[in-house]
Every structure is written in structure tokens, then in C-alpha cells.
């Protein structure tokens, strides 16, 4: 019911694309990240969309692309 973290290792200095989508594809949640020179970084998704309101339970999946390389991830958010 709260926030997820989200962490991130990637080249410091580099910049990473995120997004949430839901299991039908529609982007929920984007972001543009400055990766800082350690190359961690830590955010949190609170379970919003990016146009406010909130969103129900379900399935959703993060994909993030760093220098060329894509990972995704499964979330399953509870409310």
C-alpha cells in the first residue's frame, strides 16, 4: 500500500530511461534519470500515474534502458 523502491547500477554519469507500464502496454509512470557518478541510484514509485490519480491493484512492468542495455522487471502492486 505504500511506495516501492527502485534501484539502478549503471555507468556513473550515464542516463537511464524507466517506465511503468501495465499488462495491456500503456505507459503508466516514465522517468529520464541522471545516473550520478557512484552509479547508484535509488527512487521510489508511490503506485500514481504520471497524470494523477491513482491506479488499482494488478500487474505492472518496469523497463529500464541504460548505455544500450534493457532490463525489465515485474511488479505486482496491492491496494
Same mark, same amino acid.
Given at each position: 500500500?505504500?511506495?516501492?523502491?527502485l534501484?539502478?547500477?549503471?555507468?556513473?554519469?550515464?542516463?537511464?530511461? +524507466? *517506465?511503468?507500464?501495465?499488462?495491456a #502496454?500503456?505507459?503508466v509512470?516514465?522517468?529520464?534519470?541522471?545516473?550520478?557518478?557512484s552509479? =547508484? !541510484?535509488?527512487?521510489?514509485?508511490?503506485?500514481?500515474? +504520471? *497524470?494523477?490519480?491513482?491506479?488499482? #491493484?494488478?500487474?505492472y512492468f518496469?523497463?529500464?534502458?541504460?548505455?544500450?542495455?534493457?532490463? =525489465? !522487471?515485474r511488479?505486482?502492486?496491492?491496494?
Amino acid at each position: 500500500s505504500g511506495s516501492v523502491r527502485l534501484y539502478l547500477r549503471a555507468a556513473g554519469g550515464s542516463v537511464a530511461n +524507466a *517506465r511503468i507500464v501495465d499488462v495491456a #502496454g500503456r505507459e503508466v509512470r516514465a522517468w529520464k534519470l541522471d545516473v550520478p557518478a557512484s552509479g =547508484s !541510484l535509488e527512487w521510489s514509485w508511490d503506485g500514481t500515474p +504520471a *497524470r494523477g490519480g491513482s491506479r488499482g #491493484g494488478g500487474v505492472y512492468f518496469l523497463y529500464v534502458e541504460a548505455g544500450g542495455v534493457r532490463q =525489465s !522487471l515485474r511488479l505486482v502492486l496491492f491496494r
